[in-house]
C-alpha cells in the first residue's frame, strides 16, 4: 500500500495546518468521550465503583503521560530528519522508539501488579473501594501495552506528515469503548452485568483495535518497523535522543493535573460549590481548547520538519500564522462567554450558586484563552526543534510561576474571584513570554552559514543539540 508520508516543508502553510489539524480535532474529542463513557456508566451502578475508577485516574495519568512523552519524543526526531534521512534510519527510530515503549510497559506491568494495594492505599482508598480498584487495575495494567504502544505508534505516523490516520483511529477506539461501556458495565441480553470489570474490558478491547490498526499502518504501508533490531549501542543511542525531549515533556504534561489538584484544594477553602465550579469549569476548559490543542500536536511534526531542512523562514511565518488561529480562536471563546456564559453553565448543574461562579471564571478568563493558546503552540513547537527544556520551564511558570502563587494570596485575602484573576494573568503572562522566547530562538537560528555548516548543525541523529 502506498505510504501517506507529506513533506511539511513545501506548499502553501496556512491551508497545510487545516487539513492536519481537522482530524487531530476528532480525534482528541474522541479520547475525551473515551475517559468520560467509564464515568458515566459506573456512576449508573453505584458511588463506590464511580469512586474506584476516580482512584485510578492518577495511576492511569502518569502511565498515560510517559507514552505520550515517549510518543513526542519520537515524533521530534523522525520529522526533524525523515526529508534528511535514508529510510532505513527512520525505521531504526521507529523501531527503537517502539521497543522502548515495550521496555516501560514491562515495568510498570511487574511495579504494577506487586504494589495495587499498598499504593491505592496510600492515595486514601477505603477498604469498601480497594477490592474495586484491585478488580479495575489488574485487567488494566495486563492490557497497557493496548493503550501504551498507539500512543508511541501513532506519533510516528503523525511524524511522517500523516495526522488523518491517527486522528481516525483514536475515533475508532473511542466508538468501541463507548459501545462496549453500557454492555459489559450493565449487561445486556446474555451478557452478565461486570460492573467496574466491564470498564477495564471495554477500555483494552477499545485500545486494542487501535493497536491492531496502529501496527498494520506501520508494518504493512509505512514498513516503518523493522524484525531485526539494531545493535544494542545503537538502539541506546536512539533511546538517549527520544528521552532528551520525552522526559521534559512528561514532565510538563504531569504539571497541568498535579497543579490543578493544588488550587482545588485552595478553591475547596471557599466550600463544596465552589470546587464544584471548578470542576466545571475545568471539564469546559478540556473541550473548548481541544481545537488549539491538536494544533499544538501538529506544530511539533510541522516544526520539526522545517527545522530539520533548515527552513527557519517557513517555520517563523507557520509560528506566526498558528498564533493567529490560536487568537480567533481564543476571541471567539471570549464572545460566546459573554453572551451565553450562564446557559452554558447550566448544562452541567442546576445549582444557582455553582451556575453563577462558573459564568463568573469564563467571563473573566475567556478572555485570556488564546495566549493559553499560545503557550500550548509555542511549547510543542519547542519540542519539534529539540528544544525541550524551554519547553517545561515555561509550561512551569505558567503553574508553578504565577497561577498557584498567585491563587494562593488571594484565597488569604479570601477573593474566589481573585483566584480567577490568577488563571486570567497567568495565561497572558505565560502567552507574552513563549512568544517572545520563541521568536528569540528562531531569529537567532536564522544565520549566515555555508550549506556545510547547516548540515552540520541540523544533522540531529549524529548529535542531540543542547537547549538554549
Given at each position: 500500500m502506498r505510504t501517506k508520508q507529506r513533506d511539511l516543508t513545501q506548499g502553501s502553510i496556512a491551508p497545510m495546518l487545516i487539513k492536519l489539524v481537522w482530524p487531530m480535532v476528532f480525534g482528541m474529542l474522541g479520547m475525551v468521550v473515551f475517559n468520560l463513557a467509564d464515568t458515566y456508566f459506573l456512576g449508573m451502578v453505584g458511588v463506590n465503583e464511580l469512586a474506584a475508577i476516580g482512584f485510578t485516574f492518577p495511576v492511569v495519568l502518569v502511565i498515560g503521560s510517559m507514552a505520550i512523552g515517549i510518543g513526542i519524543g519520537v515524533s521530534s526526531l523522525i520529522s526533524r530528519t525523515i526529508n534528511v534521512e535514508e529510510r532505513s534510519v527512520i525505521k531504526q527510530y521507529a523501531t527503537s522508539a517502539i521497543v522502548l515503549g515495550l521496555l516501560v510497559i514491562s515495568v510498570f506491568v511487574?511495579?504494577?501488579?506487586?504494589?495495587?494495594?499498598?499504593?491505592?492505599?496510600?492515595?486514601?482508598?477505603?477498604?469498601?473501594?480497594?477490592?474495586?480498584?484491585?478488580?479495575?487495575?489488574?485487567?488494566w495494567y495486563w492490557g497497557m501495552i493496548?493503550?501504551?504502544?498507539?500512543?508511541?505508534?501513532?506519533?510516528?505516523?503523525?511524524?511522517?506528515?500523516?495526522?488523518?490516520?491517527?486522528?481516525?483511529i483514536?475515533?475508532?477506539?473511542?466508538?468501541?469503548?463507548?459501545?462496549?461501556?453500557?454492555?459489559?458495565?450493565?449487561?445486556?441480553?446474555?451478557?452478565?452485568?461486570?460492573?467496574?470489570?466491564?470498564?477495564?474490558?471495554?477500555t483494552v478491547i477499545a485500545r486494542a483495535s487501535g493497536f491492531v490498526i496502529t501496527f498494520y499502518i506501520l508494518v504493512v504501508r509505512e514498513k516503518l518497523l523493522a524484525w531485526v533490531l539494531p545493535a544494542f549501542v545503537e538502539v541506546l543511542e536512539?533511546?538517549?535522543?527520544?528521552?532528551?525531549?520525552?522526559?521534559?515533556?512528561?514532565?510538563?504534561?504531569?504539571?497541568?493535573?498535579?497543579?490543578?489538584?493544588?488550587?482545588?484544594?485552595?478553591?475547596?477553602?471557599?466550600?463544596?460549590?465552589?470546587v464544584a465550579a471548578f470542576g466545571v469549569v475545568s471539564r469546559l476548559e478540556m473541550f473548548s481548547l481541544v481545537f488549539v490543542n491538536a494544533l499544538g500536536s501538529v506544530m511539533v511534526i510541522f516544526a520539526g520538519q522545517n527545522?530539520?531542512?533548515?527552513?527557519?523562514?517557513?517555520?517563523?511565518?507557520?509560528?506566526?500564522?498558528?498564533?493567529?488561529?490560536?487568537?480567533?480562536?481564543?476571541?471567539?471563546?471570549?464572545?460566546?462567554?459573554?453572551?451565553?456564559?450562564?446557559?452554558?453553565?447550566?448544562?452541567?448543574?442546576?445549582?444557582?450558586?455553582?451556575?453563577?461562579?462558573?459564568?463568573?471564571?469564563?467571563?473573566i478568563v475567556s478572555f485570556s484563552y488564546g495566549f493559553h493558546g499560545v503557550l500550548m503552540i509555542g511549547i510543542n513547537i519547542l519540542n519539534?526543534?529539540?528544544?525541550?527544556?524551554?519547553?517545561?520551564?515555561?509550561?512551569?511558570?505558567?503553574?508553578?510561576?504565577?497561577?498557584?502563587?498567585?491563587?494562593?494570596?488571594?484565597?488569604?485575602?479570601?477573593?474566589?474571584?481573585?483566584?480567577?484573576?490568577?488563571?486570567?494573568?497567568?495565561?497572558?503572562?505565560?502567552?507574552?513570554?513563549?512568544?517572545?522566547?520563541?521568536?528569540?530562538?528562531?531569529?537567532?537560528?536564522?544565520?549566515p552559514a555555508t550549506p556545510e555548516e547547516d548540515h552540520e548543525e541540523l544533522e540531529v541523529n549524529k548529535k542531540i543539540p543542547q537547549a538554549d
Open positions: 511487574i511495579v504494577g501488579l506487586l504494589t495495587i494495594r499498598p499504593m491505592f492505599r496510600a492515595l486514601g482508598a477505603t477498604p469498601s473501594v480497594l477490592p474495586l480498584i484491585e478488580d479495575y487495575m489488574r485487567i493496548f493503550v501504551v504502544i498507539p500512543m508511541v505508534g501513532n506519533n510516528i505516523i503523525r511524524a511522517t506528515g500523516d495526522t488523518f490516520t491517527p486522528g481516525m483514536m475515533t475508532a477506539a473511542a466508538l468501541v469503548n463507548i459501545v462496549l461501556d453500557p454492555i459489559l458495565i450493565l449487561g445486556y441480553g446474555p451478557i452478565p452485568a461486570m460492573s467496574i470489570k466491564g470498564a477495564a474490558v471495554a536512539v533511546w538517549k535522543k527520544i528521552l532528551y525531549i520525552a522526559l521534559p515533556a512528561t514532565a510538563s504534561i504531569l504539571i497541568i493535573p498535579l497543579s490543578i489538584g493544588i488550587i482545588t484544594r485552595i478553591v475547596a477553602e471557599f466550600g463544596e460549590e465552589a527545522w530539520g531542512k533548515a527552513r527557519i523562514d517557513r517555520l517563523l511565518k507557520g509560528f506566526d500564522i498558528s498564533i493567529v488561529f490560536a487568537m480567533c480562536w481564543g476571541m471567539m471563546l471570549f464572545v460566546v462567554s459573554q453572551l451565553w456564559s450562564e446557559q452554558v453553565a447550566g448544562v452541567f448543574s442546576d445549582n444557582e450558586t455553582v451556575v453563577g461562579l462558573t459564568a463568573k471564571y469564563l467571563v519539534g526543534i529539540n528544544r525541550p527544556l524551554p519547553s517545561a520551564l515555561l509550561m512551569g511558570l505558567r503553574m508553578f510561576g504565577l497561577y498557584v502563587p498567585f491563587a494562593y494570596v488571594a484565597a488569604l485575602y479570601g477573593s474566589l474571584i481573585g483566584i480567577f484573576w490568577s488563571a486570567f494573568a497567568a495565561n497572558i503572562v505565560s502567552g507574552v513570554v513563549t512568544y517572545t522566547t520563541l521568536k528569540n530562538v528562531l531569529v537567532k537560528s536564522v544565520v
